[in-house]
């Protein structure tokens, strides 16, 4: 499926790969975020960080009425507090969609995946 927007001049279709892109973008660039993470690591056979040309793989979109629904698996750093760098994500991902492709987002759910320790 595709979010397709009506403008003036004829409809604008933006692919599910490219909404999880812009997704896996805005959300690898927030402090304590280690990496994306495979939503279904088992069957993807994934167990480590995901490159930006898989981020499709740790972020699923469905569409609804109004907007769309977002759900991010994410790895978070050691020693930071996962509630206030998922909520950020949360922020910064509904803002990004909404500046950048014009696409609402009604939620934006994070699931953890895991947790990495970084060494200096």
Known sequence: MAVKIKTQFGTIDISNEVIATVVGGAATEIFGIVGMASKSQIRDNLNDILKKENYSRGVVVRQEDDGVAIDIYI?????????????????????NLETMLGVTANTVNIYVQGVRVLTD
Request: net charge positive; glycine share 4%; no cysteine.
């Open 75 to 95: 790895i978070v750093s050691y020693g930071i507090k996962i509630s206030e760098v998922s909520r950020n994500v949360q922020e910064i991902v509904k803002y």
